[in-house]
């Protein structure tokens, strides 16, 4: 039970910022049997607060001056944004990074525990969250920080490593993607900037909260592309190793898709097209994707890349944080189910992936 020990059988959910990564939690909530979508707090009647109503969310105006805009929008209001706060069990904010931070008060007047985005600082929260790395530290925290995209990619590749064969350094240059598909005023367009320019970035700390003791030194740049960040790490590990060994330590987690030789998918274009033939709900890949060949070894130096897809990642984080702050299973039963629910996890050949996931959606909804 979290700290302020309100716990119904359904934890009842309300996403404040309904936008890239409010709309793919609110779904992935709806999604589970033990958790359901009270309501969605939004700043404006734009097409996400269409697509809200359609799939039966009641929304709030986050800004309440701003409720008539919806009526003259056709979109019923069903209250505002705290009374949203005050109703539900917990809050997952996902409004723009730094609003979550000024959220906080909000919150705690209400004594309604909030997860954060890994756009706010760590101290936003009580911990920094990765399920597959740290879920325990979540159990009793009322306020939860789900790091960032980046941060869980690189998190999740980290944690088997370090278990398998201890890590002595990590080294991560990180190519990201100049912003989201609909976010048309980012860029670079034309250019490929060191951003940030001062290294190391400040990825490797990101990463320190979730693994405080250990070695990361990361690079960041910036790229003209929308479709996913691509990074390039190594890694010395504390053990020799041989890259079919790590190779099936990768392979063993659901939430690693190791890109199997012979299926031509030779960046991120082509991993975006796989998950969008396969039927995946926006063409979201929830999973790390490591190209398997690219997995080297040199002694006890591992090299690899891997594609993040940053609108996704996180998602299933964020729901098996609600679970370890209700303290509602532990982290394998958790993991599992968030999966199973959602359709992570992609193995061998991946043509049927998705009618799999689908029957089980449909079998277990
Ligand atoms: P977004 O801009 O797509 O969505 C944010 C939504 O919040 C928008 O709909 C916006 O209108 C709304 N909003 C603005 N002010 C608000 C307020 N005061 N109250 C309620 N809603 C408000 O942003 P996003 O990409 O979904 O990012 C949200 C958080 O998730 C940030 O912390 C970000 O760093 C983090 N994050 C983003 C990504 C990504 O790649 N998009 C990946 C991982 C984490």
């Not at 958790?35 to 986050?62: D, S």
């Not at 530290?137 to 960032?148: E, I």
Request: hydrophobic share 40%; proline share 5%.
């Amino acid at each position: 039970m979290v700290g302020y020990g309100r716990v119904s059988a359904m934890i009842r959910v309300g996403v404040n910022g309904y936008g890239t990564i409010g709309k793919r939690v609110a779904d992935a909530v709806e999604a589970q049997p033990d958790m359901e979508i009270i309501g969605v707090a939004k700043t404006q009647p734009n097409f996400e607060a269409h697509t809200a109503v359609k799939r039966g969310y009641p929304m709030y105006a986050a800004i309440p001056e701003r409720a008539p805009l919806f009526a003259e929008a056709g979109i019923e209001v069903a209250g505002e944004v705290d009374e949203l706060v005050a109703e539900a069990d917990i809050i997952v904010d996902c409004t723009p990074s730094g609003i979550g931070e000024q959220n906080r008060e909000l919150y705690e007047t209400h004594h309604t525990p909030a997860i954060f985005q890994g756009g706010e600082s760590a101290d936003v929260a009580d911990v920094s969250f990765n399920a597959r790395s740290n879920f325990d530290a979540a159990r009793d925290a009322d306020y939860v920080r789900v790091v960032s995209c980046n941060t869980t990619g690189l998190s999740r590749v980290i944690a088997p490593l370090e278990e398998e064969y201890g890590v002595e350094k990590v080294r991560a240059t990180l190519v990201r993607r100049g912003g989201d598909p609909g976010q048309n005023s980012r860029g670079p367009i034309n250019d490929i900037l060191p951003n940030p320019i001062k290294v190391p970035s400040h990825h490797g700390p990101d990463v320190k909260t979730i693994f405080p003791d250990l070695e990361i030194d990361t690079l960041g740049l910036k790229v003209p592309a929308t479709l996913m960040h691509v990074h390039a790490l190594n890694v010395t590990l504390g053990d020799d190793v041989t890259g079919a060994h790590v190779r099936q330590l990768l392979e063993d987690e659901d939430r690693i898709y190791v890109i199997p030789e012979g299926l031509g998918i030779d960046g991120a274009g082509k991993l975006k097209d796989l998950a969008l033939d396969a039927g995946r709900p926006r063409g979201d890949l929830w999973e790390n994707c490591v190209w398997g060949e690219s997995i080297g070894v040199n002694g006890r130096d591992l090299y690899l890349f891997q594609a993040i897809h940053q609108e996704s990642d996180v998602i299933p984080e964020n729901v098996d944080a609600i679970r370890a702050m209700f303290d509602l299973e532990d982290k394998e039963t958790s993991m599992q189910r968030t999966d199973r629910q959602l359709g992570v996890g992609i193995t061998g050949d991946p043509s049927g992936f998705s009618e799999q996931a689908r029957a089980e959606f449909a079998d277990d909804d």
